[in-house]
């Protein structure tokens, strides 16, 4: 077992925007980096999933909203943060905090043998006992693919979101975008002055300012589609998109819509969402319904997921409030 990590009251698995709130809240109670507890995270240094990101994007929120608690965002608060300006601010409230993440570690389990307070992470490094675990690993870790998709054999690209960086990785003229949300509607945008874009949607999905949306999210109760924030599905039809209904099943070459209609399209960018990062976590853990960040077994606390923290956890401002709940109940554990 790589130094440092023994013999801790907590680990935080996840040097994110998660992981880092949560080290925040544990130092605001009297927690110190590094001797009281540790950051892990299995990525290499510093390359934090915001790298994977396409250049053009920016944050749904504006900075005053997307930034932990004292530690603002320079410069204009009334931006909309790129994803560049997302991973300095995590590398610069990683310093802030004196947090020293201990880098390409991953997490692969956690147990609690017998009847004691000790909990058993299992790692990449190997085996350490630690008082407490936090799982931070976030709630977009894992690409979401449809099984369709192993199917498709196009001229040009089969991408996920996440591994589009910018318009020229789309080599044909035409493309289709699967997915209405806020990503599927900012690479329809992004890609219509290029290339003749159809954009496949499931659910359609309201317009609503973003501002309004993240005031009005944690009063909200059950789950609701996100709406989509900047263009409207008719404003992206005057940009030159088709929008047509949902991707039903595909081909070698083809791909056939819910509606019965067929197309062949050259390239195609799966705006699919993401799998949450707990798959690591025992079965017991998991408990229906969740309990404001804790899990069914007892010390081990997730943070960063709605699933487990309730709605809007996945943002910043949500996940300020799962990190101080948690640090509440490692503080106030025996």
């Known amino acids: 077992m790589r130094a440092g990590l023994s013999h801790r009251r907590a680990i935080v698995v996840g040097s994110g925007q998660a ?42 929120s504006d900075a005053r909203h997307s930034a932990l608690p004292n530690l603002p965002f320079l410069g204009d608060q009334r931006r909309r943060p790129r994803v560049d300006e997302m991973i300095e601010y995590l590398s610069y409230v ?75 990785q789309v080599s044909t003229s035409d493309v289709l975008i699967v997915g209405g949300g806020n990503s599927g509607v900012q690479l329809a945008r992004e890609l219509a002055p290029s290339h003749a874009v159809t954009l496949a949607v499931r659910t359609p999905r309201r317009h609503q300012p973003a501002a309004r949306y993240l005031r ?25 998109v088709t929008i047509c209904p ?9 791909v056939t819509f819910v509606d019965g209609t067929v197309t062949t399209p050259s390239s195609v960018i799966l705006a699919t969402g993401f799998l949450p990062g707990d798959d690591w976590l025992p079965d017991n853990a998991r408990i229906d319904p969740p309990q404001q960040t804790m899990t069914g077994l007892p010390g081990l606390f997730v943070a960063g997921i709605p699933h487990y923290g309730g709605r809007g956890s996945d943002t910043i401002a949500g996940v300020w409030r799962d990190a101080t709940t948690i640090a509440r109940h490692i503080i106030e554990r025996p």
């Open 246 to 254: 949902a991707v039903a099943k595909a081909g070698k070459s083809t």
């Open 19 to 60: 992981g880092l709130a949560v080290a925040a809240a544990l130092i605001a109670r009297g927690l110190r980096p590094q001797q009281d507890f540790v950051v892990i995270d299995g990525a290499s240094p510093g390359l934090r999933s915001w790298t994977s990101r396409w250049h053009s994007m920016v944050l749904l």
């Open 94 to 168: 990683e310093g802030d905090l004196g947090v020293k993440t201990i880098w390409g570690v991953r997490a692969t389990g956690v147990e609690r043998r017998g009847s004691g307070s000790v909990l058993h992470l299992s790692t990449t490094e190997g085996e350490v006992q630690t008082r407490n675990v936090v799982c931070a690993t976030g709630a977009s870790a894992h690409p979401r693919i449809p099984t369709w998709a192993a199917e498709l054999q196009v001229p040009g690209v089969v991408l996920h979101s996440s591994e589009y960086l910018y318009p020229r």
């Open 216 to 240: 009005r999210q944690f009063l909200a109760r059950g789950p609701r589609p996100e709406p989509v924030f900047e263009d409207s599905y008719e404003q992206l039809r005057d940009a030159g």
